[in-house]
């Protein structure tokens, strides 16, 4: 399938970016070429500025039941452009059609959560001496910019969009280059719901608009979404800018399976973690940690991963190089004494020969010193690590400089209170993979997966999105 190049969307139009380099968007699944996309310069970024703040003279002033009314119109535009969102989000990022209709279930949730907006922020007041009284608004910030990675093209994107233009910010969305054109439709339905010119923009481009974007100055807060070590760049860019800053980095999440644990839901469990999204997840299973003998939720796990297709209930990785980094990650851990049970290597989808595939594969006899224990491989791989106890397994999980997720697979209750008390993640799962929590709880990583404050959604993305105004006062009786 060929699409036109892609435009970037500013003051309430596409822009034909004349003159702009392109970048070629090529189809995981095929290898094909779907379309181009502008690399933008500053010159594009300060355009979408001016249209921001000319925006934002009336956006910011609208009452929030107001705002939330565009909310509420774009919720519906998502339901009846579902299908047509997931079949972009399925060619341009290579996941199954499956997997790219889970993501637009998500980014109405998210819609949905706005829309409750009104509710959350009503404010507080208090007479605190007698005739003065003290009352709290919720302020937008301004202009807010949201650059989020290839994997989640229409989820990641709406954990800002629908938040932060609710709260009465104008939002500049810096999708991956990668996957350009479901950020095109998502620009094109807000239109659509009624979202005025300037309020919401997209700019397409790599790093150098990113960075860009961090100095700024007319910019108020940079949310990122992608790997640790451009969260961390990105944090200190824009922290040092002064503006507010929140960068969400990359993972490597542990499972850790104690004896007690059902075979069947934990092979089920465990392999859909493993392989869902082609392990391009950062909630997904990266490490088994096995305590004492587990060998029966292992071997139904590799019978089941031997079940999962490529091309069929599997989809591809991003690109040619995603897909050697991966199949290099198995070739050192297995040249340094790890036992490949189940090898993705050869995978090759008929007709497809060109798309970039890795099965599902699982290793076994990891040791900590390897780099697959301990890097984020962003495929569907899993290494088993062995532990003789639960503390033991706490330990291996602690010493990982990522904090996305963790999860306990057990039937025992203390053991699981335990290990969610010690586990150093931000989203912990009790016999569920991929903990991740639903609105109107926030998600968020610790450590390396999370550079600043609070989470990206929920609750303490108000916090990020709005500043307080305390108005104190007085009136004398009438
Ligand atoms: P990436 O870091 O390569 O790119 C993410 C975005 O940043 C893209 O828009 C890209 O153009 C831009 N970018 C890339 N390098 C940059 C740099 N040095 N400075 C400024 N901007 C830069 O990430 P990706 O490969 O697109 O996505 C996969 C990564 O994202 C994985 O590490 C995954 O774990 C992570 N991720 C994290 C979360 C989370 O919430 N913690 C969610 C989804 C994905």
């Known amino acids: 399938m060929k699409f036109d190049r892609v435009r970037n969307f500013i003051g309430g139009k596409y822009s034909d970016g004349e003159g702009l380099p392109q970048l070629e968007v090529v189809s995981p699944l095929d290898g094909s070429v779907l379309t181009q996309v502008p690399l933008s310069d500053a010159a594009v970024l300060d355009s979408a500025v001016v249209a921001a703040a000319e925006a934002l003279v009336d956006w910011s002033q609208q009452t929030i039941k107001d705002r939330a009314q565009v909310a509420y119109r774009y919720r519906t535009l998502l339901e009846e452009h579902a299908e047509e969102l997931a079949e972009l989000v399925h060619l341009e990022n290579g996941k199954t059609l499956d997997e790219g209709r889970a993501e637009v279930v998500k980014a109405i949730e998210v819609t949905e959560f706005a829309c409750s907006l009104p509710q959350l922020v009503a404010g507080e007041v208090l007479e605190v001496s007698p005739g003065v009284e003290c009352r709290v608004e919720r302020c937008p910030v301004g202009i807010v910019a949201s650059i989020t990675p290839f994997n989640f093209p229409c989820m990641v994107p709406h954990w800002t969009i629908p938040i932060a233009v609710t709260l009465g910010n104008a939002l500049l969305l810096k999708p991956s280059e990668k996957v350009p054109l479901t950020a095109q439709k998502t620009a094109e339905l807000l239109h659509a719901a009624g979202l005025p010119a300037g309020v919401f923009q997209v700019i397409h481009g790599d790093r150098k608009i990113v960075e860009a974007m961090c100095d700024h100055p007319e910019i108020a807060a940079v949310a990122f979404v992608g790997s640790t070590p451009a969260a961390r760049a990105v944090y200190a860019r824009a922290s040092g800018t002064g503006k507010r800053a929140l960068g969400m980095g990359g993972a490597k999440n542990h499972l850790v399976v104690l004896p007690d644990a059902d075979v069947e839901l934990t092979a089920a469990n465990v392999a859909e973690s493993v392989t869902g999204c082609a392990g391009q997840r950062c909630m997904a299973a ?191 009786d009438g």
């Not at 069929?312 to 040619?320: E, H, M, R, T, Y």
């Open 286 to 476: 990266s490490a088994l940690v096995a305590v004492g003998s587990v060998d029966p939720v292992i071997e139904r796990l590799c019978q089941m991963a031997r079940e999962i297709v490529p091309g069929k209930n599997l989809g591809a990785v991003i690109s040619a190089e995603a897909r050697d980094r991966i199949v290099g990650f198995i070739d050192e851990a297995e040249q340094s004494g790890a036992r490949v049970l189940v090898d993705g290597r050869s995978a090759t989808v008929e007709g497809c020969e060109n798309g970039f595939y890795v099965g599902p594969t699982i290793i076994d006899d990891v040791t900590p010193e390897m780099r697959i224990a301990s890097e984020e491989v962003f495929g569907p791989v899993l290494a088993i690590l062995r532990a003789s106890d639960l503390d033991e397994a706490v330990a291996i999980e602690n010493a990982s400089p990522f904090g996305n997720a963790a999860a306990i697979y057990t039937r025992d209750g203390g053991a699981a209170r335990r290990f969610a008390a010690l586990a150093s993640a931000g989203m912990v799962g009790v016999n569920i993979g991929v903990p991740v929590p639903r609105e109107p709880f926030g998600f968020g990583g610790w450590n390396d997966s999370r550079f600043g404050v609070g989470n990206i959604t929920g609750e303490e993305s108000i916090e990020f999105l709005t500043q307080s105004r305390k108005i104190t006062s007085r009136w004398p």
